[in-house]
């Protein structure tokens, strides 16, 4: 297995030259122009889902709550930075990927916006950072120059390392000494038991797994570095929000209301939700993994953005020279005036 780094660059400049050439181009061709010049609000949202999952979009429609919006699936993503480079390049109408990753798309000139959290950390849902038991592994300052296994560069599990070796002392030279890989999240484990990986990020019923086999323990976990914390945002290219705002209006007040209702029953009744969903969608899926659904993990009732939950990502991208905070501004990166829980709505 050949275990080589990419940056994430390349996709961020595909998707920004993309987005500039065809991004308003695909919308236009999309939607027709009614008799008085208006161009008629679309009322299908294009987007992607996750195989055996049920996303806050999806539980909405399954609740009943997007009432005229009609959802589109066009496939899974493979991961959050794919996910919202579809939406800047037009081929899906939404997206959603960690709050870091949306950030530097955004400096790097991607008009999007962030409408409202997605998911996040709590006491219930995180993802640890793991070692086999005799590993010189110690403490996190061991961390660096280390291999560190994660779904995606440029995502939340290089973020929260980052931050975490940056917090325990280590110069930022040194906290980017850890290297991370990229690994489908199922052969993180195999990897790290193999000796492939020094460190493997473990998150649900993987880590559980894991944990349960025995042979590996943590070094520490991304709830005790943000505590309860929205992550990750669902975004909507700028273009699209000013087209059709009443649409827009009506998808993230559903998801609103559906994140509400997921953060006010038992899991249980959630997860019976979820199977009814996924057996009406027909897309030949393992529902095994809904029995181990805790939450979104959404900090903020309805999806609501908290400013921190974006501006502590873009501080450390501008601390590092990732990003120019000039290029990330705050009230740039995100808006709250869709959704019904905000003041701002």
């Known amino acids: 297995m050949s275990l080589s780094r990419r940056t994430l660059a390349a996709g961020i400049g595909g998707a920004v030259v993309a987005a500039g050439l065809c991004a308003t181009g695909i919308a236009t061709a999309r ?3 009614g008799r008085s010049g208006r161009r008629p609000q679309t009322r299908t949202i294009r987007y992607q889902g996750s195989a055996g999952a049920v996303t806050p979009l999806e539980l909405a429609a399954g609740l009943g709550y997007l009432e005229d919006v009609r959802l589109e699936w066009i496939g899974n993503s493979t991961s959050g930075p794919q996910d919202i480079q579809a939406t800047v390049t037009g081929d899906t109408d939404i997206g959603g990927a960690f709050n870091g990753a ?5 400096a790097a000139g991607a008009p999007i916006t962030s409408l409202y959290s997605y998911y996040g950390v709590d006491a219930e849902v995180w993802s640890g950072y793991y ?3 005799d590993s010189p592994v110690r403490t996190v300052r061991d961390l660096a120059d280390r291999t560190v296994g994660a779904n995606t560069l440029g995502g939340q599990a290089e973020d929260v390392l980052r931050m975490r070796l940056r917090s325990a002392g280590l110069p930022a030279g040194r906290a980017r000494s850890a290297q991370i890989v990229v690994v489908p999240p199922v052969s993180a484990e195999q990897a790290l038991r ?3 990986l020094d460190v493997a990020v473990l998150g649900g019923i993987l ?10 323990r943590p070094v520490f976990n991304d709830y005790q570095v943000l505590g309860a914390f929205s992550c990750g945002c669902q975004v ?6 000013h087209d059709n705002p009443d649409t827009v209006r009506a998808v993230v007040g559903a998801v609103a209301r559906a994140l509400a209702w997921s953060q006010s029953r038992p899991a249980p009744q959630v997860i019976d939700r979820f199977r009814r969903i996924l057996k009406a969608r027909k897309r030949a899926e ?25 501006s502590v990502w873009r501080d450390r991208l501008v601390d590092d020279g990732i990003v120019d905070r000039r290029d990330a501004p705050l009230d740039r990166l995100y808006t709250n005036r869709f959704n019904p829980y905000s003041g701002a709505a």
Not at 102 to 106: T, V
Not at 236 to 241: L, N, S, T
């Open 31 to 33: 939607e027709d122009r």
């Open 102 to 106: 949306i950030i530097r798309l955004i």
């Open 131 to 133: 070692v086999r038991e």
């Open 194 to 196: 193999s000796g492939q």
């Open 207 to 216: 880590r559980d797994a894991a944990l349960e086999r025995g042979g590996i």
């Open 236 to 241: 909507m290219r700028d273009g699209f929000v």
């Open 286 to 310: 393992d529902a095994s993994a809904l029995q181990f659904w805790k939450g979104y993990g959404v900090a903020g009732r309805g999806g609501v953005i908290d400013a921190r939950e974006l």
